[in-house]
């Protein structure tokens, strides 16, 4: 059997920071990503868990700029749209935060829930079908720190329509199901605070308020 590695206190500690600074990024330099970097995190990504083992993230990669334009502009609807929610200081506030990076990461990815794959043989999922995305949420999550730990930054933009944004990625499969779109990129700056808690939308709850016990 394989010799485990030693997670060590400075580790523990490092990974606790991690933790921490790894925030939602909405601004991002322009700067592209190394050659080969991206890829380098899909995959680290692919080593998430997943229900049975099915494995079902799909990732496609958004390079062409017909398709980044379209799915700006169908962002930039459903925002207006959302705008409409709220009133008073909400409102203003809703319109003040910048709430995606399209305009400016130099990297963007689709990420898709294979909803019937046969990976995996359906193991685990008979009772809760829904584990296959949250299998997916986990690679996103995966990423997610892996792209913070080499100093790159995520956004995940949920303000789009999913089967908008499959019909301009021309994804025919039925079965692909939208469970993110990701702007990947250098972040203009570093915060270990969310900027939804520093902009006065919403702060973090009291950990007591997220535990129960019986």
């Not at 991690?18 to 995959?43: C, Q, Y």
Request: charged content about 25%; aromatic content about 10%.
């Amino acid at each position: 059997m394989p010799t485990p590695p030693v997670f060590d206190l400075q580790f523990q500690q490092q990974l606790d920071a991690l933790f921490r600074w790894r925030r939602d990024v909405r601004h991002f330099k322009t700067d592209p990503l190394p050659s080969g970097l991206l890829d380098n995190l899909l995959e680290t990504a692919t080593l998430a868990p997943s229900v049975g083992n099915s494995q079902p993230w799909r990732f496609v990669v958004v390079e062409d700029q017909n398709c980044r334009k379209a799915i700006r502009d169908n962002f930039e609807a459903c925002n207006q749209e959302a705008l409409k929610d709220y009133d008073g200081q909400k409102a203003e506030t809703y319109a003040s935060l910048k709430l995606s990076g399209l305009d400016r990461a130099p990297a963007q990815v689709a990420v898709f829930c294979d909803s019937h794959t046969t990976v995996g043989q359906g193991l685990g999922q008979k009772t809760m079908p829904e584990t296959l995305k949250y299998s997916v949420v986990s690679s996103i999550q995966t990423l997610w720190l892996s792209a913070r730990a080499q100093g790159v930054g995520i956004g995940w933009v949920s303000i789009i329509e999913p089967d908008m944004i499959k019909e301009i990625l021309d994804i025919q499969q039925d079965s692909w199901d939208l469970v993110a779109y990701l702007c990947i990129g250098y972040p203009e700056e570093e915060h270990d605070v969310p900027e939804l808690v520093r902009f006065g939308w919403q702060d973090r709850l009291p950990f007591d308020q997220t535990v129960l016990r019986r």
